[in-house]
């Protein structure tokens, strides 16, 4: 299938990516805000961290901790693309969970995410059995610099537009 340039353009404009990673501390959310804001100067509006989004409504004497999970979960399950990111500096509790949520529940969308690694830290974090196992599956990368991170990011583009090809090719901008 030949896919034109104007309906690529088209694409990028409503392709729903939504980025996952640590927001601890402050400089790794930092860098996590700049992923987002990179890809969305590149052509991708449509560009997100969780935090960013509203919904799932909080549900009444929901500690954060249990927000913040069902959020995250609820987010893989809905967007068109997921980047879940581990930097050696953040606390990647959270993105790990999601990562097994991802591995363990949500088979059928794990072509839709892409794993980006921190180089210098890879072969310390646990999350590196999950990677090998799911090797055929699941997107990965790995980046030494914040450049390098919005650059692998950005350069799975065309593959998920490519199969996705049908998903957004007729929807309105909603996000």
């Known amino acids: 299938m030949a896919v034109s340039q104007v309906w690529i353009e088209d694409a990028?404009?409503?392709l729903f990516v939504v980025i996952f990673g640590a927001y601890?501390?402050?400089q790794v959310k930092q860098r996590l805000l700049g992923l987002r804001d990179c890809l969305r100067g590149k052509g991708y509006p449509c560009t997100y961290v969780v935090e960013d989004l509203a919904e799932p409504a909080r549900?009444?004497?929901e500690t954060d901790e249990a927000y913040v999970l069902r959020k995250s979960e609820y987010w893989l399950e809905r967007?068109?693309?997921?980047?879940l990111v581990f930097f050696c500096e953040g606390n990647n509790t959270g993105v790990g969970q999601e990562l097994r949520?991802?591995?363990n529940v949500l088979l059928d969308r794990i072509w839709r995410h892409t794993v980006l690694v921190e180089k210098r830290c890879y072969g310390s974090m646990?999350?590196?059995g999950l990677l090998e196992r799911f090797d055929q599956l699941l997107g990965?990368?790995?980046f030494a610099s914040d450049r390098d991170l919005c650059d692998l990011a950005y350069g799975r583009f065309p593959d998920y537009i490519r199969k996705l090809y049908y998903d957004i090719r007729d929807r309105e901008q909603f996000w």
Request: charged share 30%.
């Open 126 to 128: 646990l999350i590196s």
């Open 12 to 14: 990028r404009k409503k």
């Open 79 to 83: 967007c068109d693309v997921g980047f």
């Open 24 to 26: 601890k501390p402050d």
């Open 101 to 103: 949520h991802l591995c």
């Open 59 to 61: 549900e009444l004497q």
């Open 140 to 142: 990965q990368g790995f």
